[in-house]
């Protein structure tokens, strides 16, 4: 099967860096996608790893290393509206099935 | 905002009643993928469609049925409901099937009494 674990709490500062890591045990998948949920709200795509390395979009990015079964969402110059839940999502097959892990919930404090 | 819209917001059932909720994709968008989030928990995939067909199926039983229209607008139905399945019912559109970028709907807010 497939399971992918995160850290359920992260608490940082307005300005500060903070980074949520997600390890993953499945034998196979197109890529690790990162989503953003804000309380109450829907899930917003953030970003996508299809090979290992980094990608930058804007004070977000998102690592992946296949190898260490490893990736992480780097979040800079953290603000009061990125206080929300961050899920890491891969897709095993051809269908969009996405499997979810069960979310890192960020609160950053003034 | 996303594009994507659910109806109802929040609905109330008992056990054992039935319950359709509806989703409209994203213009351009033929694919509608499903999923229920329990409270703290991830969203866990229930099917997706794809041109009007079911195209991949999770763990859930087939009492979890689902439609799409011509249009790409789909719907869930839930039969026999259970305690259990008190969740926010998610749809997701994108422009394939086989993506991981997904535009998720707000939600149907689904209590089971």
């Known amino acids: 099967g497939q399971s992918l674990e995160q850290p359920s709490e992260v608490t940082a500062v307005e300005g500060a860096i903070v980074q949520i890591n997600c390890t993953y045990q499945?034998?196979?998948?197109?890529?690790l996608s990162w989503y953003q949920q804000h309380d109450g709200g829907a899930p917003t795509f953030l970003s996508y790893?299809?090979?290992?390395g980094l990608e930058e979009t804007g004070r977000f990015s998102s690592f992946l290393s296949r190898s260490d079964s490893y990736g992480y969402l780097l979040l800079q110059e953290l603000q009061m509206k990125d206080s929300a839940s961050y899920f890491c999502?891969?897709?095993?097959?051809?269908?969009?099935?996405?499997?979810f892990g069960q979310g890192t919930t960020l609160q950053v404090k003034p | 905002e996303t594009g994507v819209t659910q109806s109802p917001t929040h609905l109330i059932k008992t056990r054992g009643q039935q319950v359709t909720l509806r989703c409209s994709s994203q213009?351009?968008?033929?694919?509608v993928s499903w999923y229920q989030q329990a409270l703290g928990q991830g969203p866990q995939f229930i099917f997706q469609?794809?041109?009007?067909?079911?195209?991949g199926r999770g763990n859930f039983p087939p009492r979890f049925s689902g439609l799409q229209f011509p249009n790409y607008s789909s719907e869930l139905n839930v039969n026999a409901l259970e305690l259990d399945d008190s969740a926010l019912y998610l749809c997701?559109?994108?422009?394939?099937?086989?993506?991981?970028?997904?535009?998720f709907g707000p939600g149907t807010r689904l209590t089971v009494l």
């Open positions: 997701a559109s994108s422009w394939a099937s086989g993506t991981d970028t997904q535009y």
């Open positions: 499945t034998s196979g998948f197109y890529g």
């Open positions: 790893n299809a090979l290992d």
């Open positions: 999502a891969v897709r095993p097959g051809n269908t969009g099935k996405l499997i």
């Open positions: 213009s351009g968008h033929n694919t």
């Open positions: 469609y794809y041109r009007e067909e079911e195209n």
